[in-house]
Antibody
């Protein structure tokens, strides 16, 4: 069965850096686009970033452009989010999400990992 | 960017009621719309994809309709396990992907 198992996260000071990982299994990882989506405490869902199945194209939300980098390692079936220049407003639960077919048509989500940016 | 306007933001209904949530897109998105159910402390799960297709594991009392800019999500015969927050999301235009603000569904 499809599984997306996340790791990373934690507490970091403003301006700091943090990396998130998402380990995929149960499907051919290299055939699907994947995304990061976040949810601030008590708030709604916000899409963060997308990477094409072969890594050839990436897209970012304006709020993270220039600070976050999405990447993937297809032989290892791993998705990453490198976050730098973190701000208090980046505090959220971060989810990885797999595309069903078109970019953004999510069918499976990871369990989520909390990132807290605080001094 | 495509704006998704979801209403109502909260809804209280009784077990057995029919519940309807609407989502309006700021421009034509064809049928590139999903509905997600999110329970507290859990990841969202897709319940409707492509505007009207039932997600894997979603109960048949869930349905979706619409195309273009106006969409609806309906639960016929509300059950206690349906208590959750529901979000619509468009995937016609990337970037950015955008979500509605959510509808918190409670039992009366």
């Amino acid at each position: 069965q499809v599984q997306l198992v996340q790791s990373g996260g934690g507490v970091v000071q403003p301006g700091g850096s943090l990396s998130l990982s998402c380990a995929a299994s149960g499907f051919t990882f290299s055939s699907y686009g994947v995304n990061w989506v976040r949810q601030a405490p008590g708030r709604g869902l916000e899409w963060v970033a997308f990477i094409r199945h072969d890594g050839s194209k990436t897209y970012y939300a304006d709020s993270v452009t220039g600070r976050f980098t999405i990447s993937r390692d297809n032989p290892k079936s791993m998705l990453y989010l490198q976050m730098s220049g973190l701000r208090v407003e980046d505090t959220a639960v971060y989810y990885c999400a797999k595309d069903r077919d078109y970019g953004g048509n999510f069918d499976y989500w990871g369990q989520g990992t909390l990132v807290t940016v605080s001094s | 960017d495509i704006q998704m306007t979801q209403s109502p933001s909260s809804l209280s209904a009784s077990v057995g009621d029919t519940v309807t949530i609407t989502c309006q897109a700021s421009q034509d998105i064809s049928n590139f719309l999903n509905w997600y159910q999110q329970k507290p402390g859990k990841a969202p799960q897709v319940v409707i994809y492509g505007a009207s297709k039932l997600g894997s594991g979603a109960p048949s009392r869930f349905s979706g309709s619409g195309s273009g800019t106006h969409f609806t999500f309906t639960i016929s015969s509300l059950q206690p396990e349906d208590i959750a927050t529901y979000y619509c999301q468009q995937y016609d235009d990337l970037p950015p992907l955008t979500f509605g603000g959510g509808t918190k569904l409670e039992i009366k």
